[in-house]
């Protein structure tokens, strides 16, 4: 069975980071690709980045040169390192994958605020 568990939320003030982790499982993990999605409150799931099985990423624009995507494939773990963040990056934050059909994780709550 394939589980994602997010990690490394928390609470932080304007211009701060945060790095969180999907710890993968029940997938093989080498050959997959992996996206991060995030939903604001009260707002629609959006999707910010993504990691392909070969290490290619790819960005929502009003993320690109603050997040940045990366996995470790031998912790089958993916990560996302945010920077500079702004109070409308408070979401919950989502690891996303597919193998016949959709998986995701939990989800982790970012909250920016001073």
């Known amino acids: 069975q394939v589980q994602l568990v997010e990690s490394g939320g928390g609470f932080v003030q304007p211009g701060g980071s945060l790095r969180l982790s999907c710890a993968v499982s029940?997938?093989?993990?080498?050959?997959?690709?992996f996206d991060w999605y995030r939903q604001p409150p009260n707002k629609e799931r959006e999707w910010l980045a993504t990691?392909?099985?070969?290490?290619?990423?790819h960005y929502v624009d009003s993320v690109r040169g603050r997040f940045t995507i990366s996995r470790d494939d031998l912790k089958n773990t993916v990560f996302l390192q945010m920077n500079a963040l702004k109070p409308d990056d408070t979401a919950v934050y989502y690891c996303y994958t597919f193998l016949h059909k959709n998986y995701w994780g939990q989800g982790t709550q970012v909250t920016v605020s001073s």
């Open positions: 029940g997938i093989t993990f080498h050959s997959s690709s």
């Open positions: 990691i392909s099985d070969l290490g290619a990423t």
